[in-house]
């Protein structure tokens, strides 16, 4: 039986010395009732943020916003005052947790780094971290780099938390007023003691007593504790540990005495905390225009739209249907709160793709997709991959991306750098194909496809195919002013060269060069004297405490790339490919012929919503058979729509035993219209709640889909428990582990509006629609958040289903689509950049660690700006319970502009195919100032 996750947390907690405000806990506990912690500070400091910027924005309007009606400051009450309506919290809740999560890692990466916790002394270098993170928190803004912004402000955010409940600043009489000089160049920090001058004297009690000398009360200089293992003499010591008596010390981090012998002055070190975590939020605000900042915080309804789409010579009546479908969906949704907030536009052609369209604008997005033209092509598969991943990297987190194209994908490599994309992002994609792979501008077969990519000398066309070049990165003219209205603002092209450069074959060397770019299919290859950057070998370390495995690696020649590249002999995938991604990210595949298409696009228009729900979502290949579903409608939802794929035959019923069996046959309970292979079908209101259900005969492959709206829904993570100075949790990076017990924090959105919900399990099903497991969800300190355990989670591939009750006594589910794997190996980033700089050269080590059967690794490491320019091993053999440690070369171009965002995969995965799993990271560029490279 798995020890449930709270005692496991709360064990850790005091096991080990608190070395900081806790990251998070169940302060139900004992002894911890009224103890902040780094996620109750920040939430409560970005949702105070949040109102000053509602109240702002509201008064720039001619509104007043009456605060004393809200009661308590919680997300979906803040929202329900700004828009008027009850409107869904989730993306806001997701990227309040994102800086949450980056603040609380800082616990667990940097665990010794002095200046990242503001101790020993540091206080100066902790002062130009915070600096240099907010410089690229404001740029990552700037350049609309949002999730990346905001992990740098949890980083910035911990260190300056951190020095209010390390330092003596309380001590010196700072009880109301916090230190300026931490956040600003232009402030007085104030006076360090010296590295060797004495600060602490010895005190006769543990708890209470102050041992900070007169001499530096009354020079008021500046302190801060000792890790308690290592306080040189006459210096203060953090304190605390839970130790029986405690050590004496200055800590401030919890009201427990055991753990912090300050602990009478701790809420007075929180209240500082809060205050200035407000205060740096409004510097950053003020640094950045309004509408970016409501962005960056995601304070609008989550309504997008982005599309991907095909503009080679046969898709013109695709690219006529999709303005159609665009210009319908503006019409109908302005002035609504469903009046999308972000449209995102990538075309893809061949050998082009990009750049991106990124636009809060409606009427820019409609001038930029009246524009496109259907030209060019050439052979028949096109840069389908390129486009979708340049989507993924451009649009929201939990969005819906629709990718139109009536050809198979020519860059079909980047098929695992997508999936692990939209694992990431928990974004869906969906494929509307229209004349699915019939046309045939050019016989080309994959020999031939592979030739007329080794053409050497050849050079892609496009923005951006130098390193460092300027790339197609625009801003609009005019920008948005501050102060606008956050629905109207700021355009962003992104040029192909964020998601990779594309480089042409210089095969007589026949190496391929260390970074593998899987981007259109075109690798970066070149001879001794082509290309600028240097591949370098760099070997196989075995890893502390394991037995290293077999690593593949060469010493190549100076100017040489790592290993020989044999041509592959596959079939090229055609619509299983497309499948395959649709299936993992919750999408689904539609064809339809090309006069059908403006029908099939109105599912965009069902998922142009803020409050877009799944209840149900199933796929079936043969043989199949007839088979019943079961969805259910609960308080909390409207606009029910049902999608079937494949024409199978099939009967809907609804509580009462109303049957409805397709578009033939008129019934009072819904209706339907009918599209190449999709037969999209509307609940007519009002809709019966309870138990409907889905019988369903074919003995071809089918698709179900249920979707509504609600602002009920939820958002998981899988997690692990953290030990050493700074115990708490941890999200895990890329698929969680085979055979082995498994934590989840279960966020639930929309509770507020509907306090007499309650959710008591977690099911996991597999995509045929069969339950797998069933997990007790456990509340935590947050009336939001669950957590559940599994023993071991399913062998096979599954989705989340959230399982409750509505007040009612009705059931009701809400499913997450993003299709999860287990797997039996792990990848790790070993150390974690602070920043990166240009014209600087990073070696970044990482560990693959094989819990399964002995197996043969490829490992493969992927970027989006040309900056890898090495990495080792590229092959590894490991038996059971062996590692093996490797390192990626980033090269940083001198030339490269600050603000400028790296992303990092290093996947690995067995020869045949059955164990895969990934880092994912992302790095900023920042200003070359004052900076360290490792923490």
């Known amino acids: 039986m798995a020890t449930p996750m709270r005692v496991l947390v709360l064990a850790l907690f005091l096991l080990y010395s608190a070395q900081a405000f806790l990251p998070n806990l169940d302060s139900t506990q004992p002894g911890l009732e009224n103890t902040k912690t780094h996620e109750s500070i920040t939430r409560n400091g970005v949702l105070s943020m949040a109102l000053k910027v509602f109240q702002d924005l509201a008064q720039q309007k001619g509104r007043s916003l009456n605060v004393s009606s809200m009661g308590e400051l919680v997300a979906e009450e803040l929202f329900k005052l700004y828009y008027g309506a009850p409107v869904s919290t989730k993306r806001f809740k997701m990227a309040l947790d994102e800086i949450i999560r980056s603040n609380n890692e800082v616990d667990f990466l940097f665990p010794n780094d002095a200046k990242s916790h503001s101790e020993a002394e540091k206080i100066k270098e902790a002062k130009l971290l915070i600096l240099e993170k907010k410089k690229q928190t404001i740029a990552n803004i700037i350049k609309e780099k949002y999730n990346a912004a905001r992990v740098n402000l949890g980083v910035l955010l911990h260190t300056l938390q951190d020095f209010y409940s390390h330092s003596n600043w309380i001590e010196l009489g700072n009880v109301d007023s916090t230190n300026k000089g931490l956040t600003s160049h232009n402030e007085i920090l104030g006076t360090i003691a010296g590295t060797t001058e004495k600060t602490c004297g010895l005190c006769v009690a543990s708890v209470g007593c102050n041992p900070i000398l007169q001499t530096i009360l009354k020079s008021a200089k500046l302190t801060s504790g000792y890790p308690d293992s290592a306080v040189p003499d006459g210096k203060c010591a953090h304190g605390g540990g839970g130790t029986d008596p405690p050590r004496p010390g200055i800590n401030k981090d919890t009201t427990s005495p055991a753990m912090s012998p300050q602990f009478h002055l701790h809420q007075d070190a929180a209240k500082l905390a809060f205050t200035a975590t407000i205060e740096v939020l409004q510097d950053i605000r003020e640094s950045v225009d309004d509408a970016l900042f409501v962005k960056f915080l995601d304070l609008e309804p989550p309504s997008t739209i982005s599309f991907v789409i095909d503009t080679t010579g046969s898709m013109s009546n695709d690219i006529e249907a999709a303005k159609e479908r665009v210009f319908s969906i503006i019409e109908n949704k302005k002035g609504t709160l469903n009046e999308p907030s972000v449209y995102v536009l990538v075309p893809f052609n061949d050998p082009d793709f990009g750049p991106a369209l990124i636009t809060a604008d409606a009427e820019e997005f409609k001038a930029a997709i009246q524009k496109l033209m259907a030209n060019g092509g050439g052979d028949t598969p096109e840069m389908c991959l390129s486009g979708v991943q340049l989507a993924l990297l451009s649009t929201p987190p939990d969005s819906e991306i629709y990718v139109f194209t009536d050809a198979v994908a020519k860059d079909y490599e980047l098929k695992s750098r997508v999936l692990t994309l939209c694992q990431e992002t928990k974004s869906k994609v969906t494929f509307l194909l229209t004349d699915a792979f019939s046309r045939r501008r050019r016989s080309a077969d994959i020999r031939q496809l592979q030739s007329s990519r080794s053409d050497s000398g050849t050079r892609s066309r496009g923005c951006g195919t130098h390193t460092g070049s300027r ?454 560029v920042a200003q070359k100032e004052h900076h360290s490279r490792f923490a």
Request: charged share 20%.
């Open 471 to 924: 790339g197609c990165e625009q801003r609009s003219s005019s920008g948005a002013r501050r102060g606008s209205d956050p629905r109207r603002r700021i355009r962003r092209r992104i040029s192909e060269t964020e998601v990779g450069r594309r480089r042409t074959a210089h095969l007589h060397s026949g190496y391929l060069s260390a970074e593998r770019r899987h981007v259109g299919r075109v690798y970066r290859l070149h001879s001794g004297t082509s290309d600028r950057h240097r591949a370098e070998s760099h070997g196989s370390l075995p890893g502390p405490g394991h037995k290293s495995g077999s690593a593949s690696h060469q010493s190549l020649p100076s100017g040489t790339g790592h290993g020989r590249r044999t041509r592959r002999q596959s079939p090229q995938p055609g619509l299983s490919l497309y499948q395959d991604i649709a299936l993992a990210s919750g999408g689904q595949v539609i064809s339809s012929t090309k006069s059908e298409l403006t029908s099939v696009t109105k599912i965009i228009e069902d998922s142009v919503s803020f409050s877009t729900v799944t209840l149900l979502q199933v796929r079936k290949t043969p043989p199949t058979s007839e088979q019943a579903f079961t969805f259910l409608i609960d308080t909390a939802v409207s606009n029910v729509s049902v999608y079937v794929t494949g024409k199978p035959q099939f009967k809907l019923t609804n509580p009462d035993g109303v049957s409805y069996t397709g578009f033939a046959s008129p019934s009072p309970i819904a209706s339907s219209q009918v599209a190449g292979n999709l037969e999209r079908i509307s609940l007519t209101s009002p809709i019966k709640m309870g138990a409907w259900t889905l019988v369903v005969t074919s003995t071809l492959e089918f698709s179900l889909r249920v979707t509504g709206d609600s602002l009920v829904d939820l958002a998981y993570d899988f997690v692990e428990e953290v030990g050493g100075r700074h115990p708490g949790i941890m999200k895990i990076s890329g698929r969680p582990r085979a055979g082995a017990p498994a934590n989840m924090i279960v966020l639930v959105t929309g509770l507020k509006s509907f306090p007499s919900m309650s959710f008591k399990e977690l099911y996991l099903t597999d995509i045929q629609g069969t339950i797998l497991q069933k997990l007790p969800l456990n509340r935590t300190a947050s009336p939001d958040r669950f957590w559940a355990v599994s023993n071991s989670l399913p062998k096979d591939q599954f989705l989340v289903m959230l399982n409750g009750e509505d007040g009612a006594g009705r059931s009701l589910q809400r499913l997450s689509t993003s299709l999860n794997t287990v797997s039996a190996s792990r990848v790790q980033l070993l150390g974690s950049l602070t920043s990166l700089f240009p014209g600087e050269v990073y070696d970044i080590p990482f560990v693959v660690n094989n819990s399964g059967v002995a197996s043969d690794f490829n490992i493969l490491v992927q970027g989006d700006k040309g900056f890898v320019s090495g990495f080792s091993p590229r092959s590894v053999r490991l038996d059971t319970n062996q590692a093996v440690n490797g390192s990626v070369r980033i090269t940083v171009p001198a030339s490269t502009e600050p603000g400028t965002l790296l992303t990092l995969t290093i996947q690995s995965e067995t020869t045949d195919k059955t164990n895969f799993n990934y880092a994912f990271t992302q790095l900023t």
